[in-house]
Nanobody, 123 residues
Framework: QVQLVESGGGLVQAGDSLRLSCVAS????????MGWFRQAPGKEREFVAG????????LYADGVRGRFTVSRDNAKNTVYLQMNSLKPEDTAVYYC????????????????WGQGTKVTVSS
């Protein structure tokens, strides 16, 4: 079992930056692929970014590549999402998720989910 708690959301203006954090407790954090997803009002949840267990390989959705950076600190059991040049369309609840196998964008590859942190970007 892994428990995930996100933080760092808030209200910002377009062009601003935010860094989201997700702290994991429970089983060995380093053994999990970690992903960030988001769900905008009225839309389905979508993949944002992910990072592999130990190699540091990353994967990004097209709409955030070049603006967002995912990273992890296994010593702190924490995964981060640095979000720069935020746009109003980035407004959503952001979730972190943990998976046991390969780095993929599909939700089915993730077993544990946090409660989410809300990000609102005003124009």
């Amino acid at each position: 079992q892994v428990q995930l708690v996100e933080s760092g959301g808030g209200l910002v203006q377009a062009g601003d930056s935010l860094r989201l954090s997700c702290v994991a407790s429970g089983r060995a954090f380093s053994g999990y692929v970690m992903g960030w997803f988001r769900q905008a009002p009225g839309k389905e949840r979508e993949f944002v970014a992910g990072i592999s267990r130990n190699t540091g390989n990353t994967l990004y959705a097209d709409g955030v590549r070049g603006r967002f950076t995912v990273s992890r600190d296994n010593a702190k059991n924490t995964v981060y999402l640095q979000m720069n040049s935020l746009k109003p369309e980035d407004t959503a609840v952001y979730y972190c998720a943990a998976g046991s196998f390969v780095l993929r964008a599909e939700e089915k590859h993730y077993d544990y989910w946090g409660q989410g942190t809300k990000v609102t970007v005003s124009s």
